[in-house]
């Protein structure tokens, strides 16, 4: 099947989930994981109607960002930020989903109040609680969204979190529960200068559940372009490194 066919199964799907789930399939957004996919497929894909692309590598991103600048497309970053990165990820990126620690919040509020202007984020929470995966953790997640709400350049605008790579639906439920239960917890909190829009989670093999959930951002990949030639380890780190660890304490 052509990305066209596939993009048009996976709105099909995403409907069908929407309406199982009580909700406007318009109200399901879709951000294209564009990880390892070339710039002419990408154009493609949005040409076929894909609005948001989703990239997890900065440098990979900036390199495809000089080539579809100007394509009608919102970029989003989605993986795992590094504070070195900041000045470059604010070169392209429309919204950040993978906020988790306060260092970040502090890196990049310096180089946005230096720029003069705002930025859309997401906190990423580390639903599934593996020492593998980036995200604060659920217990800490409140306490970071109120850090951060204070940093006038930043507008927290919802949650992330990337379910269990399990075929075990019970689990994977689980982390999706989880990450709803803690937004809804911050809307009723009512925590100044928090809007709680967006929840972002399930991708390519999880996305029914995740909507079924109560996800309305979803982030697909392969199911539109098709297995990737480089593993998924690459994109998201099976291991931290102390710098990581260090900025997460």
């Not at 799907?13 to 994981?33: F, H, W």
């Not at 399930?202 to 996305?207: C, I, L």
Request: one cysteine or more; aromatic letters at 6%.
């Amino acid at each position: 099947m052509s990305i066209k066919e596939n993009l048009e199964q996976v709105k099909q799907n995403i409907a069908r989930a929407a309406v199982k789930a009580g909700k406007r399939p318009e109200d399901i957004i879709l951000v294209m994981a564009t990880k390892t996919v070339e710039p002419e497929r990408i154009r493609e894909a949005i040409k076929a109607g894909g609005l948001i692309i989703g990239e997890n590598k900065v440098q990979e991103a900036m390199k495809k960002y000089k080539v579809l600048k100007d394509e009608d497309a919102e970029w989003h970053f989605i993986g795992h930020l590094q504070t070195n990165k900041v000045k470059d990820v604010l070169t392209f990126a429309d919204m950040i989903h993978s906020v988790d620690r306060l260092h970040l919040v502090e890196k990049l509020d310096q180089r946005l109040q230096q720029e003069g202007r705002s930025l859309d984020i997401l906190i990423q929470v580390n639903t599934s609680h593996e020492e593998s995966k980036y995200g604060v953790a659920p217990e800490a997640a409140v306490s970071l969204i109120k850090q951060t709400a204070r940093y006038d350049t930043l507008k927290v605008r919802g949650l992330m979190t990337i379910g269990l790579f399990t075929k075990d639906e019970v689990k994977i439920r689980t982390c999706f529960k989880m990450l709803k239960e803690i937004y809804d917890n911050v809307i009723k909190e009512g925590v100044d200068r928090v809007q709680m829009k967006y929840l972002s989670m399930g991708m390519s093999g999880d996305y029914r559940i995740a909507i079924e959930e109560g996800a309305n951002m979803v982030r697909i990949g392969t199911a539109i372009f098709g297995a990737r030639p480089t593993p998924d380890a690459y994109y998201w780190p099976s291991e931290k490194t102390d710098a990581d660890r260090a900025e997460q304490m």
